[in-house]
């Protein structure tokens, strides 16, 4: 199980840090993303980091904006979110890869999925 959390309403430009916790699974064997589903449009690509070395990967409207990060101690993946714009309100989803070593940006290459959390963004 994946447990998101950390989501709420922020200004333009705050700064929020989203966790994902494994219950039940060691998310350090796995490659862990986070997208994100905006109201009425799909469900896209946000960031993503690999196991062993932790490469990471960013989608390009979040780039030097979010940091992906993972503390194997506590279990969880972090997803740390600075200069929030308006348009990054959506419901955050947590999810582990468990059969690639490489941070894919694609939603099937993800077996396990969390809840999500919302953020939201006011102006």
């Known amino acids: 199980q994946l447990q998101a959390s950390g989501g709420g309403l922020v200004q333009a430009g705050d700064s929020l840090t989203l966790s994902c916790e494994g219950s039940?699974?060691?998310?350090?064997?796995?490659?862990m993303g986070w997208f994100r589903q905006a109201p009425g449009k799909e469900r896209e690509f946000v960031a993503a980091i690999t196991i062993g070395v932790s490469r990471t990967s960013y989608t390009d409207s979040v780039k030097g904006r979010f940091t992906i990060s993972r503390d194997n101690a506590q279990n969880t993946v972090y997803l740390q979110m600075t200069s929030l714009k308006p348009e990054d309100t959506a419901v955050y989803y947590c999810?582990?890869?468990?059969?690639?070593?490489?941070?894919?940006?694609?939603?099937?290459?993800?077996?396990?999925w969390g809840q999500g959390t919302l953020v939201t963004v006011s102006s």
């Open positions: 999810a582990a890869d468990t059969t690639t070593m490489v941070a894919s940006t694609r939603m099937n290459a993800y077996e396990y």
């Open positions: 039940g699974r060691t998310l350090n064997r796995y490659t």
